[in-house]
């Protein structure tokens, strides 16, 4: 991606700004490492997943999903829905992407995080700077920390004889944890969340529908209605 000099100096801005926030990524990434090499995942695999998926929350509910014996199609679905804020997210800052050439508009969507995005508004906010090449500049330093911290991860449960014997699985619940923290952004989140878990609740609790598809629908209810009390 070539840029000029002011974006060069805007990139490297974004990149400065989220390496302390890059550290906490990578204390989940091994988490979610450690969960993946107890599903039997492999190192190559891990870090195709990491550097292609690029989304934490939605990697761990996909992987969890299939270790719970869900079908990989459940799995897939259960992490897309999960990650359906982010059509959100993206919406929120279109004139970041507005005129761009369409690979850059991919390269944009798939590098914004709740953790980038958060940094370019408080930036703008703060000095009115803070577009496309900021953003970019801490996406993929969170994508590079994220994707290494992952395989990492891996390789350190691969040395463990028996990881779930030192209490390695409880790992999953630690990392989901942490990610579920970090994007919680105050009051305004709270209708989305409680209308998901209802919906989770009581879609599984009916016997109906199979718990990944309860997790599928409880990400929808909560997007959408996300989706329409922004616009109301």
Do not use: C
Request: aromatic residues 8%.
């Amino acid at each position: 991606m070539e840029m000029n000099r002011p974006a060069r100096k805007e990139a490297l801005q974004g990149a400065r700004d989220v390496t302390p926030l890059a550290i906490g990524v990578a204390v989940y990434g091994m988490a979610f490492g450690l969960l993946a090499a107890q599903a039997g995942m492999s190192s190559l695999e891990v870090g195709f997943m990491s550097a292609f998926v690029f989304a934490g929350s939605s990697q761990i509910v996909a992987v969890e999903r299939i270790m719970a014996g869900a079908g990989a199609l459940a799995a897939i679905v259960a992490g897309l829905a999960l990650n359906l804020r982010l059509v959100l997210v993206t919406a929120s800052i279109r004139d970041v992407y507005a005129n761009r050439p369409f690979w850059q508009l991919l390269a944009g969507a798939h590098l914004t995080t709740d953790e980038n995005w958060a940094l370019m508004l408080a930036r703008r906010a703060r000095r009115g700077t803070g577009g496309y090449a900021y953003l970019v500049g801490a996406g993929l330093v969170l994508m590079a920390v994220w994707t290494a911290s992952t395989v990492l991860g891996v390789v350190f449960a691969s040395a463990l004889p028996e990881p779930r014997a030192l209490g390695m699985d409880f790992a999953f619940v630690a990392a989901f944890i942490a990610i579920v923290r970090a994007l919680w952004r105050g009051k305004a989140d709270l209708g989305p969340w409680l209308t998901s878990a209802a919906v989770v609740v009581a879609a599984v609790a009916s016997g109906l529908v199979d718990s990944s598809w309860g997790i599928i629908l409880g990400g929808l209810a909560g997007a959408s209605f996300a989706g329409v009390s922004r616009h109301v």
